[in-house]
């Protein structure tokens, strides 16, 4: 088994080409791509729902200030003069005096009237297992955001990659058409010339019409084609449709090399995001059971007032005061709600731990299909290009066999769709080979992201 640099070594050194434009591109598409803003903007969100989640542990400082006005209503009836007057009276009779005055029974209303209460509240949790658990829970959830986001950005550097070799292999398929355009042209010029000579009948003369035909009609599709895969590159990378895109160096294949016949990598699927995301949340459902357990854990919470308070709007030594507390709140019976909670809550646990059993399948038969896919297309490619060589010299042998009059114009023709499909055959199997290298490097998470 080589490893995966060996596997881009054998495919860049086989396949000869340079792709430092398309490393361009993909980091261009990892900066630009919209999907990938708005993957930021989740995760920024995430940091400040963790941010708030702390924030909970600190104490909580607020102004509270009220004035009350009030007439009528509920009283307090205090029998001052009745429980008094009888001893003042009998004081100003020892002392012959009016010293001590007569008393009124007083009425004082339960509402207080032109009185206010400012003050300074505190509040601060001291034991409190639900906010620890939330804290973790809103860590995980952000550390969920950017595995997301890691492997979105692996599938757009797999789409851009497949792109850029689509609209390389529409080029070349517009080039082949049009060199075969020149050619069947060039057919119907000597054949128009030979029929006017009365060498050859009017057959051949309108055979090589309907290839001209042809050919045209294929080469239009062909540029429509181009035209497709290039906006399509261009959307990747959030760039106008019609953008002109930079193409690297012509590819040159190197005919010594001889294709391997077992070209393979390590497995590495076990390091794939999509495992790491389950396993995440896996660990953040058994913190969201541990936040339902603590519904048996009491909450103890402290509080303290500092203010001013008093009637007609005095401010004086006994105007202030301050008072301050602690709350226990423990919760003894809710009907078994939060048992059934957590009973679900296993139950999620078990099916998240089915799912990564289940992806891991999954994920190690895409990388040996792609393997597989990889293999087979360049072995395609290997005998297409021989191919390509064979119909080539078979075309050029016809050619001259045609101008010297020993061969017709059918054998002519099926030389050259030979030679015009062999182009095609090699164009198309040479850039999906690229493409099943870029669907292994995906499934083996073997692209390096910056």
Known sequence: MKNVTTLVMICLGYLGYSQSKLDNYIQIGLTTNEVIKQHNFDINKSVYALKEARSLFYPTVSLNANYTKAEGGRTIDIPMGDLLNP?????????????FPTLQNQSVLINPDNFYDAKIHTTMPLLNFEIIYNKRIKMQQSSLQKIELEIYK??????????YYKYLQSIEGVKIYQDALKLVKENQRVNQSLFKNDKINRTAVLRSDNEVIRIEANLETAKQVNNNAKSYF???????????????SEIEVDSENELLPNVMANENTQNREELSQLSLFKELNGNVGKLTQSYWFPKLSGFADLGFQDFDFEVNKQSRYYFAGLGLEWNIFSGNKNKYKLR????????????????????LLQFQVSQNN??????QFNADKNQKASAKKYNEDITKLYKEGQA???????????????????NIS?????IAFAELERANAAFTLK
């Open 87 to 99: 001893v003042y009276n009998t004081l100003n009779q020892i002392t012959n005096s009016n010293a």
């Open 154 to 163: 692996r599938e757009l550097v797999k789409e851009i990659k497949i792109a």
């Open 234 to 248: 261009n959307f990747l990378l959030n760039q106008k449709l019609d953008t002109e895109i930079e193409v690297d």
């Open 344 to 363: 679900q809550v296993e139950e999620d646990t078990k099916k998240i731990s089915s799912q990564i059993d289940n992806v891991k399948q999954q994920l």
């Open 374 to 379: 990889l293999k087979s297309a360049l072995e």
């Open 408 to 426: 017709i114009y059918i054998e002519l023709l099926d030389a050259q769709n030979q030679w015009v499909n062999a182009q095609l055959n090699t």
């Open 430 to 434: 040479l850039y999906n080979s690229w």
